[in-house]
């Protein structure tokens, strides 16, 4: 089943911080994220793998709750660039068969 | 180092027609993915490859055929085109190391 992400929609002013959420019903063995800008193919931000790890990308950071099989992006001090769509993706433990979430559309006003 | 390419850019088919999109990657993954994306909605796994000669269905099979001959190609086959097809096509390759997923700039087909 396809993770559900949480806010669909989301409007910030520059420097804000937003969060994303992202939930599976089913054992995930690592979430990533991707951000897709309107008529552009998505383009990878960063993996979570099992063990709860945090990382970064610049002011983007995420964390992966394994117990709970969710994961959340964290943006901070939002900048224009910001603006798009974004997508957690998941493939279920012992499969390759790769499914991306709902998609959360930001954006981001001057 | 052209990383992921797919041709053509834009096509337009009529209902019953067939074609093939072509999906070519130069950094020597092993795994490879179809996607389709409809207006304003998420991607779906049409079918994916572990290897050369190794392919399997993902979420949303039907209406499509794919070969992996080569680890380079991967191609995806559309018969007797319906209008439900219309969307964009995104094809990946996964590198074996790091899992990221790297995108070809994909294919907008209409079906009339």
């Known amino acids: 089943q396809q993770p559900v992400q949480s806010p669909q929609a989301v409007i910030l002013r520059e420097g804000e911080d937003a969060v994303i959420n992202c939930s599976s019903s089913?054992?995930?063995?690592?979430v990533h994220w991707y951000r897709q800008k309107h008529g552009e193919a998505p383009v990878f931000l960063m993996i979570?793998?099992?063990?709860?790890e945090q990382k970064g990308h610049e002011k983007i950071s995420a964390s992966f709750n394994e117990k709970k099989q969710q994961s959340s992006l964290y943006l901070t001090a939002s900048q224009l660039s910001y603006s798009g769509t974004y997508f957690c993706?998941?493939?279920?433990?012992?499969?390759?068969?790769?499914?991306f979430g709902t998609g959360t559309r930001l954006k981001v006003l001057a | 180092n052209a990383g992921v390419t797919q041709t053509p850019k834009f096509r337009i088919l009529k209902i019953g027609q067939s074609m093939t999109l072509q999906c070519a990657q130069d950094?020597?993954?092993?795994?490879m993915y179809w996607y389709r994306q409809d207006p304003g909605m998420g991607l779906k796994l049409i079918y994916y490859?572990?290897?050369?000669?190794?392919?399997d269905k993902g979420e949303v099979p039907n209406g499509y055929n794919v070969s992996r001959s080569t680890t380079e190609d991967f191609p995806l086959r559309l018969e007797l085109a319906a209008p439900s097809q219309t969307s964009v096509y995104f094809c990946?390759?996964?590198?074996?190391?790091?899992?990221?997923?790297?995108f070809g700039p994909g294919t907008r087909l209409t079906v009339l």
């Open positions: 950094m020597n993954h092993n795994y």
């Open positions: 089913k054992a995930l063995y690592s």
């Open positions: 993706g998941t493939e279920p433990s012992g499969t390759y068969k790769y499914i």
């Open positions: 490859s572990v290897g050369a000669g190794i392919t």
């Open positions: 990946a390759s996964r590198t074996d190391s790091t899992d990221t997923q790297y």
């Open positions: 979570l793998l099992k063990g709860g």
